[in-house]
């Protein structure tokens, strides 16, 4: 986006944003603002500021910034929030994210946040059924708040940890809640579907758990879309951090016992390193290959297309027949 306004409000340590106005559907918070460190995004910030304006304390001085390079008067400022949001990047330093922040914001499909825990308001997310992509710039493991915003989602999603010196992802299925009435009991029984309720609590305090993420897999298998298991077990292999090797062979076999599914799906995904992988693995056999060559040629997927012939010829060339004169 060209420019941003944002409100806010003084609080102890920093400073709390409340509402963001500009063009374009973008926003990235800044870490500071008028000499303050942003420490909160303040209830309904992203979703209502008419109601985030009301749930500020009695007599709050309100301040406006302009951050970026300022729109000119009459350059289509908008209020940035609610369906028309599609990507936020978070602050580092974050302390909290308010009740009902982005509530509503239908369209928001990438949420980047860093390093450091936060509370995660009731609510925060409810409504985001686009948001499907997490980038952290922190190590996996390190403190941050994406426990509590998982808390808020149901559908599956993709979180990429990102540092220096290494780069992870790591899957979260979905899951669904239902609740029965049982009538001759006059109770409502409540139902969790999906292995995605127990990925999400595989956290010590603030940081991700990495053993136990990979532990939930073999429970997985019977309530989770073949796709997803074949994507968490594509990308722990290709990034291992945190792996074990009891772990990395419980992967390695899915990937081999579905081996054309997880060629096809890498093809439809149009993904011809993540072919050259399974290619150095092992995993291919002439079958899989075949089919996954023929899902290439159907999608016209030019690139994969050659990794697979390549790796066919390679590995599955039909010997030349020797005479003995």
Known sequence: MRGLKVRYIAVPGGAS??????SGASVRVPDEIGGLPV????????????????????GAEIREALTDEAEAPGGGERFLGGASLREIRLPSGLRSIGAYAFYNCTG??????GEGPAQVGNGAFMNCAAL?????VAPAGAKTCLRGILAELQREVRVVFRSEKEESVWIFPEY???????????????????A???YRQCFRGDGLDAEGYDAQFPLAR?????????????????????????AAERYRSCLKNNAAAAACLLVREDDPDGLLFLSANG?????????????ASRLERAECLCVLLDERHRRFAPKKKTYDL
């Open 17 to 22: 944003v409340f509402s963001c106005s500009g």
């Open 39 to 58: 420490r909160e995004i303040g209830a309904y910030a992203f979703s209502s500021p008419e109601t985030a304006g009301a749930q500020l304390p009695p």
């Open 108 to 113: 928001l499909s990438l949420l980047s946040l």
């Open 132 to 136: 499907g992509r997490i980038a952290v």
């Open 176 to 194: 669904y809640e239902e609740s029965v009435e049982n009538c001759p009991a006059r109770i409502f029984e409540h139902f969790i579907h999906g």
């Open 196 to 198: 995605g309720f127990r």
């Open 222 to 246: 019977s309530e989770t879309a073949p796709e997803t298991l074949l994507r968490i077990a594509l990308e722990r292999l290709r990034r291992p951090v945190h792996l074990t090797e009891a």
């Open 283 to 295: 995993v291919f056999t002439p079958e899989s290959l075949a089919a996954a060559a023929e899902e």
